[in-house]
């Protein structure tokens, strides 16, 4: 028989738990906060006069990737780059505007771009593992629950190995991001996209952007830990 999965510390939650739920609300508060930070500096025009299109086109073609295309797609905060049919796509509100908010977000998305084009070692590696990744995610949970219905911990240790991946996946993706970034702001400056008063208004935005990927790996990781801490201590109680 297999005893209950938990501490027992008579609140019903154990240390773990309440670090992740911590991790959640700094997840929650990082979201508003780009979201704040995007719309605020949305308002604030570039002394430069470039949209994000313009600031985007520009950083490509200094990097000789003139056959890369650059796409408006709905949304707000639905910028991206594509790997596959390598493509930069920015939101409306990047595309078109000059503002501070669209040309930080904007040239971040070339940095992946270039990142592609130079095969930076982190960007690699995350396009590599994106296919077992997609599928560990998605089977993780069910391999955990059938393990502990069937009594089996072979089954429950397989699930915690392939939610694993889906954490090394989003600790992968932090350098990724924080390279992509970086690329985009000395660029930025050195190309006259922006000038130095106005680089503050991008390390915000950019900064409130990279700690929501830092605070969703801070969840996978902490999840993962009190996974195997339930499940270890269950084990050596047998």
């Known amino acids: 028989m297999y005893p209950s999965y938990g ?16 991790a959640f609300g700094l997840s929650l508060w990082a979201s508003f906060r780009v979201k704040g930070t995007f719309n605020r500096f949305a308002q604030v025009r570039a002394g430069s006069g470039m949209t994000g299109y313009d600031a985007a086109r520009r950083m490509l073609d200094l990097n000789g990737l003139y056959d890369v295309p650059i796409e408006p797609v709905p949304g707000t905060l639905s910028d991206h780059y594509d790997p596959i049919k390598r493509v930069v796509r920015l939101s409306e509100p990047v595309y078109y505007e000059s503002s501070i908010s669209a040309i ?13 084009k130079e095969a930076y070692p982190m960007l690699v590696a995350r396009h590599r593992m994106f296919p077992f990744v997609n599928f560990a995610s998605s089977a993780s949970p069910f391999l955990m629950l059938a393990g502990v219905l069937f009594g089996s911990m072979n089954l429950v240790w397989v699930g915690i190995l392939f ?10 993706t932090l350098p990724v991001e924080f390279n992509a970034t970086n690329r985009a702001k000395r660029l930025m400056v050195s190309e006259g996209f922006i000038d ?22 801070l969840i996978s990781l902490l999840q993962l830990l009190r996974f195997v801490m339930i499940f270890g201590n269950n084990r050596n109680n047998d």
Do not use: W
């Open 7 to 22: 501490y027992g510390y008579g609140f019903g939650m154990d240390p773990m738990m309440i670090l992740i739920l911590l």
């Open 104 to 116: 930080s977000v904007a040239c971040h998305e070339v940095g992946h771009a270039i990142q592609h």
């Open 163 to 172: 939610f694993s991946a889906a954490v090394a996946f989003q600790l992968v």
């Open 196 to 217: 130095l008063r106005e680089k503050p208004g991008v390390d915000r935005v950019l900064n409130a952007a990279a700690l929501t990927y830092v605070a969703a790996a």
